[in-house]
């Protein structure tokens, strides 16, 4: 029980430190990064709760956290890459 619960505190200092870099982060790249912090500490969190109750229904869950992660992920990255395109929108 006591990895368990050095596996849920370094989880959610992991999710504090990701939760500022994405509201804080200076660039959008900083933001990604953020947003990938928090999904790795939501996964481990899950795990941990799969670990310490014994039930495979939190193993479907980090399942689903490291899709809707990986999808997010490359959906900011492909917005990050084209930019704005609309010319009337940018800034001089």
Excluded at 20 to 34: E, F, I, Y
Excluded at 59 to 66: H, M, R
Excluded at 72 to 87: E, F, N, Q, V, Y
């Amino acid at each position: 029980m006591n990895l368990i619960m050095l596996f849920v505190v370094m989880a959610g200092a992991s999710a504090l430190m990701g939760a500022w870099r994405l509201l804080s982060g200076p660039t959008q790249t900083d933001r990604v990064v953020g947003l990938d912090v928090l999904f790795a500490a939501a996964i481990v969190a899950s795990l941990c709760a799969a670990w310490a109750s014994g039930r495979t229904v939190f193993l479907d869950v980090a399942i689903g956290l490291a899709l809707v992660g990986f999808v997010a992920t490359l959906a900011w990255a492909r917005m990050i890459g084209h930019g704005d395109r609309d010319p009337a929108r940018r800034r001089p």
